[in-house]
């Protein structure tokens, strides 16, 4: 399953993006889908989560309040809406998504990672 991430840039603080993440592939059933950050010099860290159906989500204390994590099930696309950004959030941004594969004569486990996009916040 492959991933492709949009959205991010430079915005100053304050401010508000929206990153996209669209996933493709042959017969896959997503189950989770989150954001992840990672900052120069750290290690790279769960930002917000949803699952199935977006009947549960998850989010840092860092940015609860700021950011909204949703889902389209139908397009198979990931959005996180990122308000009142802070020059912290500052970071390379990525999307995970987790579920199952059709692989020609069972179903398996799948997990992939997009490449990444940039987020910057000027203060």
């Known amino acids: 399953v492959r991933l492709v991430e949009s959205g991010g840039g430079l915005v100053q603080a304050g401010g508000s993006l929206r990153l996209s993440c669209a996933a493709s592939g042959s017969t896959f059933s997503i189950s989770a889908m989150g954001w992840y950050r990672q900052a120069p010099g750290k290690q790279r860290e769960l930002v917000a989560a949803i699952t199935s159906g977006a009947a549960s989500t998850d989010y840092a204390d860092s940015v609860k309040g700021r950011f909204t994590i949703s889902r389209d099930n139908a397009e198979n696309t990931m959005y996180l809406q990122m308000n009142s950004l802070k020059p912290e959030d500052t970071a390379v941004y990525y999307c995970?998504?987790?579920?199952?594969?059709?692989?020609?004569?069972?179903?398996?486990?799948?997990?992939?990672w997009g490449q990444g996009t940039q987020v910057t916040v000027s203060s």
């Open positions: 995970n998504v987790q579920g199952r594969q059709w692989y020609g004569l069972s179903w398996a486990p799948f997990g992939s």
